[in-house]
């Protein structure tokens, strides 16, 4: 783990900035920053937010000590608009599925861009995109990423409180299934027979799907992941395989739990390849 | 819990039709009666206040990775016999909150968060639960430094144990000499018989409480019936460990190819040691406010599976799923012994239901000890 920039290590004289930036995104997480609505006020005096236009008119150039990013890279200009944004940035944190991974809109990675603009647009020679979404870390580089579609704004306080401290913000990679026990949650998977990706998805949600009785479709992302390689987690193969053999899910529906929003990250990404050309009986 | 003072009247029996009688004394002492109660397709500990809220005409059917109710038509109060969460919760709390830490001038001020418990008696706890919470109260309650968060839940809690009358597919008790039925560790140990409830006393608090019940001296007849069907229990297990060779056998194991077997199936997800009546692991964290001015600290359950588990500085020691298999059966079977003198495992069988792909390490094991493979 190397050590990674925190606010309080930059330049800034008085309050540290903030800046937060939308790309291709519902405006979903940056909706969450507002959300923190006890802690507004007080964030708002401990940080100096000089850009967000969902929220205020004044915008400031920067440089910035702290970015928020949303949103994933899916028109050329995005891609060119990110690296200036970068430039500005002393610590830039993706905030979101989009930004992290890529997003729901990712999908189109698998699709036929083109025929979507076609079957869209009545003059699809207007529409300037590129084939693919993808995440942020693919442009520029990250010092923090947050899952989640929506992200926890808990989660996005703490990351903040910990950079005006000047400690490493600590991001969990563990599994939602301790969060889900931690609360005293009945598994859906085990009682109900449910495919629920909790167990290779990262926690940070507050396992909230499975405290409604849902099954867990993966939102936070892969579990761990970093670093990557056989034998280490996420065991998506092992979930995968539990879904066809004792769940019942034929390999599209496989294909299908691991191909959501977050279906771009790397090991649902090879998970859901695997089970692509797979019959019924294997 | 106190000693037995006054000598005990011996075992008596509350008719069924009475059984309400028991969750009344109980109450009318001033303890929050927690059973368990259907929720979400298992059972979770909650309020009892009348039997009709205890599990009746419901059975669990458990087996590796699956946990399913039935109904069931015997009528009796305890026919479920456990779900995810074993007592351990009530005790070793999952979040605890330690200290509010405020800055004051230059320096700072660290107050103690000592949780306000009410008195809470646990109906239906089960022997291998009992076990298990013998060995937290050997961690938390060890010599000269008991831990004061787990001791201010611990004494508050008033233990109803249920001798087995009936064992899961997932249950190895009898093999860990832990059950079926309630040795020690109990305030009042209750047997379900056909018209009666068996009730003894555990404790000089158990004892005070039995002479609020109208029970009628239980003959020899109903303390036979009683054994003969724990005894029927324990042989009707049909999983067991075979612990003779440990800890010894499972350290020479450690290059054994069935650990790779395993770990291409464990999801390193946890599940395990959060249904675990023994794990104890726990991480700290901080919860600093905005301001930076005043940061709860708080105890949170943790697990061995976990990256940041095994992340010392510089490096993680146990960076794959197999390392950290490894290290938890190796602990719960192995150095638990050695460090505690006791086995981690009390043959429960959570560990085996909740794990999502059903690994049973009663299974594993045996393999990990055969020399051949």
Redesign the interface.
Known sequence: ?RQRPSAKKTKAVGRPTLGVFKFASCDGCQLSVLNLED?LV??GQ?LNIVYFPEASSAMQDGPYDIVLVEGSITTPEDARRIRAVRERAAVLITIGACATAGGIQALRNWADVEAFKRAVYPSPHYIDSLTTSTPISEHVRVDYELWGCPIDKAQL??V???L??GVQP?L????V??EC?????????????MP?L???TRTGCGAICPSM?RDCYGCFGP??GV?AGP?????T???A??FHR?LHLIPAEVVRRFRGINGSAKPFKDESHAWEHKGCDE | MTPIERPSAGPGLLPKSSFQLLLDALQSQGYRVMGQRL????V??DDIRQVSDLPVGWRDVQEP????LEPSDSGRFFEVVN???SVK?FAFA??EPLLMIERSHKSFRATPTLPQVEKTALLGVRACDLAGLAVQDQIFLHDAYPDPYYQARRENLFLVAVNCARALSTCFCASMNTGPKAQAGFDLALTELEDAVLVEAGSQTGQDLMQRLPLSPASDRPLAEAEAQMEACAKSQTRRLETAQLPQALYDAHEHPRW?QV?????????CT??CPTCFCHTV?D??????QRTEQAR????C????HG?IHGKNIR????DRYRMWLTHKLASWVDQFGTSGCVGCGRCV??????IDLTEELPALLDKER
Request: include cysteine; glycine fraction near 10%.
């Open positions: 783990m802690e007080a964030l401990a306080l703490r903040l409180v910990d005006l401290a600590r969990p990679t563990q599994s299934c301790l026990k931690r609360q005293g949650h009945v598994c859906v998977m085990v009682a109900r027979g629920c909790g167990p290779v009785g579990a761990e670093p034998g280490l987690p996420p065991n193969t092992s979930l395989t539990r004792d | 929720h979400d397709g298992a979770k500990w990775g699956r946990y399913r779900g995810p969460e919760r999952p979040r790779d770990a291409a199936r464990c999801l390193a997800c946890g599940n959060m249904v964290e919860a600093p406010d905005v301001t930076l949170v359950w943790d697990s599976f976990t990256q940041e992340y960076p794959a799923i197999k239901t909740w794990c999502p792909v059903g």
